[in-house]
Protein backbone atom coordinates (compact mmCIF):
# COMPACT_ATOMS: atom_id res chain seq x y z
CA UNK A 1 0.00 0.00 0.00
CA UNK A 2 1.64 3.64 -0.92
CA UNK A 3 1.73 6.20 1.67
CA UNK A 4 -1.19 8.10 0.11
CA UNK A 5 -3.37 4.76 0.22
CA UNK A 6 -2.27 4.48 4.45
CA UNK A 7 -3.49 8.16 4.72
CA UNK A 8 -6.75 7.69 2.43
CA UNK A 9 -7.42 4.61 4.96
CA UNK A 10 -6.43 6.34 8.31
CA UNK A 11 -9.28 9.34 6.72
CA UNK A 12 -12.49 7.22 6.03
CA UNK A 13 -11.33 5.30 9.80
CA UNK A 14 -11.52 8.42 11.43
CA UNK A 15 -14.58 9.50 9.23
CA UNK A 16 -16.40 6.55 10.49
CA UNK A 17 -15.79 6.67 13.69
CA UNK A 18 -17.04 10.38 13.89
CA UNK A 19 -20.31 9.18 11.84
CA UNK A 20 -20.57 6.45 14.50
CA UNK A 21 -19.80 8.62 17.18
CA UNK A 22 -23.29 10.03 18.18
CA UNK A 23 -26.64 7.74 17.40
CA UNK A 24 -28.60 11.09 16.39
CA UNK A 25 -26.19 10.99 13.52
CA UNK A 26 -27.87 8.42 11.80
CA UNK A 27 -30.89 8.99 12.80
CA UNK A 28 -31.07 12.49 11.97
CA UNK A 29 -31.78 13.99 15.59
CA UNK A 30 -28.40 15.65 14.80
CA UNK A 31 -26.90 17.04 12.01
CA UNK A 32 -22.95 16.08 11.65
CA UNK A 33 -20.85 19.12 12.09
CA UNK A 34 -20.30 19.04 7.96
CA UNK A 35 -21.48 17.76 4.62
CA UNK A 36 -19.93 14.34 3.42
CA UNK A 37 -19.37 14.66 -0.31
CA UNK A 38 -20.31 12.03 -2.88
CA UNK A 39 -16.37 11.03 -3.19
CA UNK A 40 -16.60 10.21 0.44
CA UNK A 41 -19.40 8.51 0.87
CA UNK A 42 -18.83 6.37 -2.02
CA UNK A 43 -15.23 5.42 -0.37
CA UNK A 44 -16.43 4.72 2.79
CA UNK A 45 -18.85 2.36 1.39
CA UNK A 46 -16.20 0.09 -0.52
CA UNK A 47 -13.81 0.28 2.71
CA UNK A 48 -17.46 -1.10 4.61
CA UNK A 49 -17.86 -3.42 2.40
CA UNK A 50 -14.11 -5.00 2.54
CA UNK A 51 -14.70 -5.68 5.90
CA UNK A 52 -17.81 -7.55 5.63
CA UNK A 53 -16.16 -9.35 2.83
CA UNK A 54 -13.25 -10.42 5.84
CA UNK A 55 -16.24 -11.17 8.30
CA UNK A 56 -18.24 -13.40 5.73
CA UNK A 57 -14.99 -15.10 5.34
CA UNK A 58 -14.23 -15.77 8.95
CA UNK A 59 -17.77 -16.66 9.19
CA UNK A 60 -17.21 -19.28 6.52
CA UNK A 61 -14.24 -20.59 8.02
CA UNK A 62 -16.31 -21.48 11.32
CA UNK A 63 -19.40 -23.03 9.50
CA UNK A 64 -16.95 -25.42 7.90
CA UNK A 65 -14.75 -26.59 10.89
CA UNK A 66 -18.69 -26.69 12.53
CA UNK A 67 -19.62 -29.44 9.84
CA UNK A 68 -21.44 -27.31 8.04
CA UNK A 69 -22.36 -25.98 4.06
CA UNK A 70 -23.06 -22.45 2.93
CA UNK A 71 -25.43 -23.48 0.04
CA UNK A 72 -24.55 -19.71 -1.51
CA UNK A 73 -22.96 -20.05 -4.81
CA UNK A 74 -22.74 -18.21 -8.30
CA UNK A 75 -26.03 -19.01 -9.98
CA UNK A 76 -28.23 -19.68 -6.92
CA UNK A 77 -30.20 -16.36 -6.90
CA UNK A 78 -33.34 -16.63 -4.96
CA UNK A 79 -32.17 -14.19 -2.47
CA UNK A 80 -32.24 -11.75 -5.68
CA UNK A 81 -35.93 -11.71 -5.42
CA UNK A 82 -36.05 -9.27 -1.92
CA UNK A 83 -36.08 -5.43 -2.54
CA UNK A 84 -32.85 -4.59 -1.34
CA UNK A 85 -32.87 -0.98 0.61
CA UNK A 86 -29.85 1.06 0.66
CA UNK A 87 -28.65 4.38 1.73
CA UNK A 88 -26.78 7.21 -0.77
CA UNK A 89 -23.21 6.05 -0.09
CA UNK A 90 -23.62 2.30 -1.60
CA UNK A 91 -25.69 3.46 -4.48
CA UNK A 92 -23.05 6.30 -5.40
CA UNK A 93 -20.78 3.02 -4.87
CA UNK A 94 -22.39 1.12 -7.50
CA UNK A 95 -23.47 4.19 -10.14
CA UNK A 96 -19.67 4.50 -10.05
CA UNK A 97 -18.67 1.14 -10.99
CA UNK A 98 -21.55 1.58 -14.31
CA UNK A 99 -19.32 4.22 -15.05
CA UNK A 100 -16.06 3.17 -15.72
CA UNK A 101 -15.71 2.16 -19.48
CA UNK A 102 -14.75 -1.69 -18.87
CA UNK A 103 -18.21 -2.35 -16.95
CA UNK A 104 -20.75 -0.72 -19.68
CA UNK A 105 -21.72 -3.74 -20.37
CA UNK A 106 -23.59 -4.24 -16.83
CA UNK A 107 -24.74 -0.23 -17.07
CA UNK A 108 -26.52 -1.56 -20.33
CA UNK A 109 -27.67 -4.62 -18.71
CA UNK A 110 -28.90 -2.81 -15.71
CA UNK A 111 -30.56 0.05 -17.81
CA UNK A 112 -32.32 -2.60 -20.05
CA UNK A 113 -33.93 -4.39 -17.07
CA UNK A 114 -34.99 -1.32 -15.12
CA UNK A 115 -38.07 -0.71 -16.73
CA UNK A 116 -39.63 -3.88 -16.66
CA UNK A 117 -38.35 -4.34 -12.83
CA UNK A 118 -40.06 -0.91 -12.31
CA UNK A 119 -43.65 -2.01 -13.88
CA UNK A 120 -43.45 -5.21 -11.66
CA UNK A 121 -42.73 -3.77 -8.70
CA UNK A 122 -45.09 -0.90 -9.35
CA UNK A 123 -44.97 1.71 -6.30
CA UNK A 124 -43.45 -0.78 -3.67
CA UNK A 125 -40.61 0.62 -3.56
CA UNK A 126 -41.80 4.39 -2.58
CA UNK A 127 -44.34 2.77 -0.11
CA UNK A 128 -40.95 1.07 1.35
CA UNK A 129 -39.40 4.06 2.27
CA UNK A 130 -42.49 5.91 3.25
CA UNK A 131 -42.79 2.73 5.96
CA UNK A 132 -39.28 3.28 7.27
CA UNK A 133 -39.49 7.26 7.41
CA UNK A 134 -42.19 6.73 9.43
CA UNK A 135 -41.08 4.61 11.90
CA UNK A 136 -43.64 1.66 11.18
CA UNK A 137 -41.33 -1.55 11.32
CA UNK A 138 -44.24 -3.93 11.49
CA UNK A 139 -45.64 -2.34 7.99
CA UNK A 140 -42.34 -2.09 6.33
CA UNK A 141 -41.31 -5.96 7.37
CA UNK A 142 -45.01 -6.88 5.82
CA UNK A 143 -44.66 -4.69 3.08
CA UNK A 144 -41.33 -5.88 1.90
CA UNK A 145 -42.48 -9.83 2.62
CA UNK A 146 -45.16 -9.34 0.59
CA UNK A 147 -42.84 -8.10 -2.21
CA UNK A 148 -40.40 -10.95 -1.36
CA UNK A 149 -43.34 -12.81 -2.16
CA UNK A 150 -44.13 -11.55 -5.68
CA UNK A 151 -40.88 -12.95 -7.28
CA UNK A 152 -39.03 -9.82 -9.10
CA UNK A 153 -35.82 -10.76 -9.79
CA UNK A 154 -33.61 -7.79 -8.88
CA UNK A 155 -32.83 -5.52 -12.20
CA UNK A 156 -29.26 -5.76 -11.40
CA UNK A 157 -29.38 -9.75 -11.93
CA UNK A 158 -28.59 -10.23 -15.55
CA UNK A 159 -29.06 -14.47 -16.75
CA UNK A 160 -28.90 -15.08 -13.35
CA UNK A 161 -25.58 -13.42 -12.29
CA UNK A 162 -25.28 -10.50 -10.28
CA UNK A 163 -23.81 -7.69 -12.49
CA UNK A 164 -22.62 -5.47 -9.49
CA UNK A 165 -21.38 -8.01 -7.51
CA UNK A 166 -17.99 -6.39 -6.71
CA UNK A 167 -19.70 -3.60 -5.38
CA UNK A 168 -23.76 -5.64 -4.01
CA UNK A 169 -24.57 -3.66 -1.06
CA UNK A 170 -23.53 -4.93 2.57
CA UNK A 171 -27.32 -6.73 3.07
CA UNK A 172 -26.26 -8.98 -0.42
CA UNK A 173 -23.09 -9.36 0.78
CA UNK A 174 -24.14 -10.81 4.55
CA UNK A 175 -26.54 -13.10 3.07
CA UNK A 176 -26.85 -16.50 4.25
CA UNK A 177 -27.52 -20.37 3.60
CA UNK A 178 -27.00 -23.36 5.06
CA UNK A 179 -26.90 -26.98 3.48
CA UNK A 180 -29.56 -26.47 0.80
CA UNK A 181 -30.61 -23.23 -0.74
CA UNK A 182 -34.13 -24.66 -1.43
CA UNK A 183 -35.89 -22.60 1.29
CA UNK A 184 -34.11 -19.23 0.46
CA UNK A 185 -37.68 -18.57 -1.86
CA UNK A 186 -40.08 -16.97 -0.12
CA UNK A 187 -42.94 -18.83 -1.22
CA UNK A 188 -41.95 -22.73 -0.01
CA UNK A 189 -44.81 -25.08 1.12
CA UNK A 190 -42.75 -25.53 4.17
CA UNK A 191 -43.44 -21.87 5.23
CA UNK A 192 -39.56 -22.37 6.74
CA UNK A 193 -36.82 -20.04 6.43
CA UNK A 194 -33.43 -21.15 5.04
CA UNK A 195 -30.57 -22.12 8.62
CA UNK A 196 -28.12 -19.12 8.92
CA UNK A 197 -25.48 -18.94 10.83
CA UNK A 198 -25.10 -16.30 13.59
CA UNK A 199 -21.52 -15.01 13.83
CA UNK A 200 -21.30 -12.55 16.67
CA UNK A 201 -18.16 -10.15 15.18
CA UNK A 202 -20.26 -9.87 11.40
CA UNK A 203 -23.46 -8.98 13.14
CA UNK A 204 -21.95 -6.59 15.02
CA UNK A 205 -19.69 -4.97 12.66
CA UNK A 206 -23.06 -4.91 10.64
CA UNK A 207 -25.36 -3.07 12.73
CA UNK A 208 -22.16 -0.24 13.09
CA UNK A 209 -21.77 -0.41 9.61
CA UNK A 210 -25.43 0.37 8.81
CA UNK A 211 -24.97 3.05 10.97
CA UNK A 212 -22.34 4.39 9.60
CA UNK A 213 -23.70 4.83 6.11
CA UNK A 214 -27.40 5.83 7.50
CA UNK A 215 -25.49 8.67 9.18
CA UNK A 216 -22.91 9.53 6.07
CA UNK A 217 -26.50 9.72 3.90
CA UNK A 218 -27.91 12.02 6.44
CA UNK A 219 -24.44 14.63 6.39
CA UNK A 220 -24.68 14.17 2.38
CA UNK A 221 -28.20 14.88 1.59
CA UNK A 222 -30.42 17.82 2.13
CA UNK A 223 -32.86 17.76 5.34
CA UNK A 224 -35.51 16.85 3.54
CA UNK A 225 -34.13 13.85 1.66
CA UNK A 226 -32.51 12.36 5.57
CA UNK A 227 -33.28 9.23 6.97
CA UNK A 228 -34.54 8.02 3.74
CA UNK A 229 -33.69 4.51 2.56
CA UNK A 230 -34.43 3.71 -1.25
CA UNK A 231 -34.84 0.91 -3.38
CA UNK A 232 -30.36 -0.02 -4.70
CA UNK A 233 -32.35 -0.02 -8.19
CA UNK A 234 -34.43 2.63 -7.60
CA UNK A 235 -31.49 4.97 -6.43
CA UNK A 236 -29.17 4.25 -8.58
CA UNK A 237 -30.76 4.88 -11.99
CA UNK A 238 -31.44 7.98 -10.56
CA UNK A 239 -27.81 8.66 -9.87
CA UNK A 240 -27.14 7.50 -13.47
CA UNK A 241 -29.45 10.05 -14.94
CA UNK A 242 -30.98 8.10 -17.57
Not at 162 to 169: A, D, L, S
Request: some cysteine.
Amino acid sequence: MTAKGATDDARLGELAAELAGKASYATGARPFPRPVGDEECSALAAALAAQVDLGTAARARVASESGFTIACREGCNACCEVMVMVYRPEALAIARFLDRPENAAARAAFLAAYRPWRVAVGDAPERLTDRFVAGDPVGYDALHLLQFRRRVLCAFNHEGRCTIYPVRPLGCRNALALDTHELCAADHPSGRAPAALAFVPLDRFMQSATKVLRAAHNANRPSEERHRQESVCVAVHRITGD
